[in-house]
């Protein structure tokens, strides 16, 4: 049957020893434009400018400074503050105190990790602390830590390193867990020593859950520091933004209000799109396994 | 070379195999034994479910035999090595985090084979065999399937191991490619003489690579016949083309039907 039909006169077949060229290029460069838009530096600041003009113009239809001051108010309270020192110094401890807690909350969530990846007791241990205490916010720790630690920086970064320790215990345990078996075994095969296997497999392996928990951890921390120092007060080396804040309501400074939330608010895009953003795009973008 | 070319160099005796399942106890292969010289193309074939590629990992040293042993040269084989490198059919098999070359690397410098510019040296040579120089310095997600594949079968052939395991390596590819790789694959043996042991489900691959096929039955695995290739589908002394013959050995029945539930 097949023969019949490849021998079909009305249906030939034909060989195009000469394919048609002259069809320009088969690949063109995208306009200026295209590319502008392709940045997402770009289009997420022309966000944040649109918001800001709706901040703006809502603001001024409601004509109330002490509701809700304009953008323009703020950003000359947060000018201010910078150019007096008071929100730059409220910035520098608040921040100081923040490393403190997340350094110090990364290495017992390393600690923590370590122990349950190598036996499964310390599994069983981080599922179950984790289960207790991930959902337990970190302020409701302060009164207990302010018993603990007194009325210092201590209790702060304890009630930090709670905050960071279990997201990032979580999440990197869950990714040592997700490394696939192929490169597990890639590793055993080249017989690689039990350090080299972690540092070498596991922990690239697993980069992509690491950050994540990195990223949220980070962002606990601020909530969680900025909560406390509203409750706290001053803390022995001077006020953070928390206090910034707190102060600056019982003066009815809205403006200088809203200027403190703004710079939690820029210091956190900043660390998530300067650090955060460049870190993953030097590792697991690079990589191929983040799109 | 001082090894007699008539003692073999894997020999594989009564091995069975188990692997706990969610709730049950799989037995993979009954006492399967066979043994490869020196640069064999060994080609173990069968169905899904005759545990080739558990057998394949147990030389690899990956799981232990509950019955029988296993022995490269005059080594029992009791856990994974480089001498023994596996190539996976997952693409996945390359770290990402590395590139191409970075990969061969690794697995020279991580095994203690070479270091420094001696193994950069190494890992370049056989990059160049699998025809991948342009790439060196790309990362594996940039790499079709195919590329991945010969990436893989560079870093294990980098290594110069006593044996290149290879477990359905090209099964995942499409057709076209899978037939330029086995043809870059039999180029390679030519070069290297490398003895590989090779699984597979496909019975024109095997007989295209091997030159002795291993044919297993399934549930569990059990050895059905060893034949002779030369590469082509010759017919045989019966007047059949080599891979009807290795059909209806694999399919027309067992001549012992049932005989497992009897032991």
Known sequence: ?291 | MALDPQKPLLEVDGVTLQYRARDHLVTATYRVSFSIRKSDRYVILGPSGCGKSTLLKAVGGFIKPVEGTITLGDRQITRPGPDRVLVFQEFDQLLPWKTVEENVLFALTASGRLSGSEAVERARHYIEKVKLTKFADSYPHMLSGGMKQRVAIARGMAMEPEILLMDEPFAALDALTRGQMQEELLQLWEDTRVTLLFVTHSIAEAVRIGNRILLLTPHPGRVRAELGSTGVDAIGADGRKLSSRIESLLFEGEPHGGRAAHE
Request: aromatic letters at 12%; one cysteine or more.
């Open chain 1, 1 to 291: 049957m097949s023969d019949e039909t490849s021998r079909n006169p009305e249906r030939p077949d034909f060989i195009n020893d000469n394919p048609p060229t002259g069809f320009g290029v088969v690949a063109k460069p995208l306009s200026l434009l295209e590319r502008v838009f392709d940045r997402g530096e770009v289009r997420k600041g022309l966000m944040l400018v649109a918001l800001a003009l709706v901040w703006e113009g809502y603001a001024r239809w409601l004509d109330n400074s002490l509701l809700f001051p304009t953008f323009s108010d703020t950003a000359l309270a947060f000018w201010q503050g910078l150019v007096s020192g008071n929100l730059l110094n409220a910035t520098v401890v608040s921040v100081t105190t923040l490393l403190q807690g997340y350094v110090l909350g990364l290495a017992c969530a390393a600690l923590l990790t370590a122990f349950a990846t190598a036996t499964r007791v310390g599994a069983d241990l981080l599922d179950t602390l984790t289960a207790m205490f991930n959902p337990l916010p970190s302020i409701a720790l302060l009164p207990l830590a302010m018993i603990w630690f007194g009325l210092g920086n201590g209790s702060i970064v304890f009630v930090l390193v709670h905050a960071v320790m279990w997201s990032v215990a979580l999440n990197t345990h869950t990714g040592f867990r997700s490394v696939s078996q192929t490169w597990r075994m890639v590793g055993q095969n080249y017989g690689l020593s039990r350090f080299a296997y972690v540092t070498k497999i596991l922990i690239p392996g697993a980069l992509p859950s690491i950050l994540t928990g990195l990223k949220i951890g980070w962002a606990f921390a601020w909530r969680a520091l900025i909560a406390a120092e509203l409750v706290f007060g001053v803390s022995s080396s001077g006020g953070g933004l928390g206090w910034f804040i707190f102060e600056n309501k019982n003066l009815l400074e809205i403006p200088g209000v809203f200027a403190g939330l703004l710079m939690v608010i820029v210091f956190g895009l900043v660390v998530e799109n300067l650090v955060f953003r460049t870190l993953e795009q030097r590792t697991i973008r690079r990589w191929g396994m983040q799109s």
